[in-house]
């Protein structure tokens, strides 16, 4: 079997090139590697007083961070990347601390909203300031703000290809705030 294959990316040369060392592979696992450690750091130091914890944070973010304050339960779901029984879960639990309410949607029966309240709003508030704080000093510490903003960009090109519904906006919603 021959172990020379060419890449399938289109800026590679016409050189074929050891599969092991194809640069999609590099780029493919600097990502994953960067976006484990920024998980698991994120995951083990956000803990607020608020009863906030990693899993809640996340979805409560996106909500607070939507136009109107309030998305879709399965655009959420799609989103943080949770299957419908998870996401029920989750927005059980922000109900049950008071953070975000359900709402039917008055056009279409099938389709609950999950928005945030008031006291989800404060504690997102609360949570940001040491959230921002420890993203910036120990994951962006290397990046200037010109780094990052190209960044953004390309991470979101990478995710537009590969998790559409995460860009996905309803008609009635707008365009999401921040994205």
């Known amino acids: 079997m021959d172990t020379e294959l060419m890449s399938t990316h289109p800026e590679a040369s016409a050189t074929p090139v050891d599969p092991l060392d194809d640069p ?30 990693d899993q809640l944070f996340e979805p409560l973010l996106r ?29 059980d639990r922000l109900e049950a601390l008071g953070f975000a309410t359900r709402e039917s949607c008055p ?8 928005a945030i ?6 504690a997102v508030a609360e949570a940001m300031p040491p959230h921002v704080r420890m993203i910036d ?11 990052r903003r190209e960044l953004d960009r390309l991470l979101r090109k990478v995710r537009d290809a590969v ?10 919603m707008g365009a999401p705030a921040g994205r």
Request: proline content about 2%; overall charge neutral; hydrophobic content about 40%.
């Open 24 to 53: 999609v592979l590099t780029t493919m696992g600097l990502l994953f590697e960067a976006a484990a450690g920024a998980h698991t750091l994120l995951g083990t130091t956000l803990v607020s007083d608020s009863g906030l914890t």
């Open 63 to 91: 909500l607070a961070r939507s136009n109107g304050g309030r998305l879709r339960m399965t655009d959420l779901a799609a989103q943080c990347r949770y299957s419908a029984s998870a996401v029920t879960r989750v927005s």
């Open 107 to 114: 056009s279409d029966r099938r389709v609950v909203h999950l």
């Open 117 to 122: 309240t008031e006291t989800g709003r404060r």
């Open 137 to 147: 000093e120990r994951i962006f510490a290397n990046v200037d703000a010109d780094e």
């Open 163 to 172: 998790h559409p519904c995460a860009a996905a906006v309803t008609p009635e």
